[in-house]
């Protein structure tokens, strides 16, 4: 599946932002989506993930309770609601996909080698 994602730019520390992530414009039918960012320097970190199915969710400690993952009622958009954004919430957001179920979705799901579409990134960053 391709996945474009869309919705980065500049923003002030404590404003909001939405990202997308379209897949293909078609409807994604595998068992889960997620969000990565890479920072300059730093190794790519997982944000949060999507169980396409039920919706199940999980998030990164560091973004818990400000950001908000979610999908469209047509399965073929993925979004990522940013509140409270702080400067070190700025990187390249990626969005992943994988098509087959995993056991321990909780760990694994966690793992950017556990996806195997990626898009090709939209940056976000937060600065005054």
């Known amino acids: 599946v391709q996945l474009v994602e869309s919705g980065g730019g500049l923003v002030q520390p404590g404003d909001s932002l939405k990202l997308s992530c379209a897949a293909s414009?078609?409807?994604?039918?595998?068992?889960?989506m997620a969000w990565f960012r890479q920072a300059p320097g730093k190794e790519r970190e997982f944000v949060a993930a999507i169980r396409w199915s039920d919706m199940i969710t999980y998030y990164a400690d560091s973004v818990e309770g400000r950001f908000a993952i979610s999908r469209d009622s047509a399965k073929t958009t993925m979004f990522l609601q940013m509140n409270s954004l702080a400067p070190e919430d700025s990187a390249l957001y990626y969005c992943a996909a994988r098509e087959g179920r995993i056991a321990s979705p909780n760990y694994y799901l966690r793992l950017g080698y556990q996806y195997y579409s990626w898009g090709q990134g939209t940056q976000v960053t937060v600065s005054s």
């Open positions: 414009g078609r409807t994604f039918s595998g068992y889960a």
